[in-house]
Nanobody, 126 residues
Framework: QVQLAESGGGLVQAGGSLRLSCAAS????????MAWFRQAPGKEREFVAA????????DYPDSVKGRFTISRDVAKKTVYLQMNSLKPEDTAVYYC???????????????????WGQGTQVTVSS
């Protein structure tokens, strides 16, 4: 059973930075796709970033491209989300997710992910 535990959320001013971590446990993740999603109150869950565990290829939506960076530490089984130039509209609960398959065009669809963390709150003040 895969377990994901996010950390690193908090309150930050607009223009600031935060780094989220997602510690994964339960197995090796070769062939997996790992991702970050976010959900603001009253809104649908939104894709933020994905990384393919084998090879390290990444995907981002336009809303965060150039500001957010996803990475992984294979030895620590940890995925990171470095968030720079934060905006108030980045405020949301951020979730880590893991998919048992390697996705390319499908990495942004929440239904493709098999495991989810409990989420961590990120609040950006103006």
């Amino acid at each position: 059973q895969v377990q994901l535990a996010e950390s690193g959320g908090g309150l930050v001013q607009a223009g600031g930075s935060l780094r989220l971590s997602c510690a994964a446990s339960g197995r090796t993740f070769s062939g997996y796709t790992m991702a970050w999603f976010r959900q603001a109150p009253g809104k649908e869950r939104e894709f933020v970033a994905a990384i393919r565990w084998s090879g390290g290829g990444t995907d981002y939506p336009d809303s965060v491209k150039g500001r957010f960076t996803i990475s992984r530490d294979v030895a620590k089984k940890t995925v990171y989300l470095q968030m720079n130039s934060l905006k108030p509209e980045d405020t949301a609960v951020y979730y880590c997710a893991a998919a048992r398959n390697t996705y390319y065009s499908g990495s942004s669809y929440p239904d493709n992910y098999n495991y989810w963390g409990q989420g961590t709150q990120v609040t950006v003040s103006s």
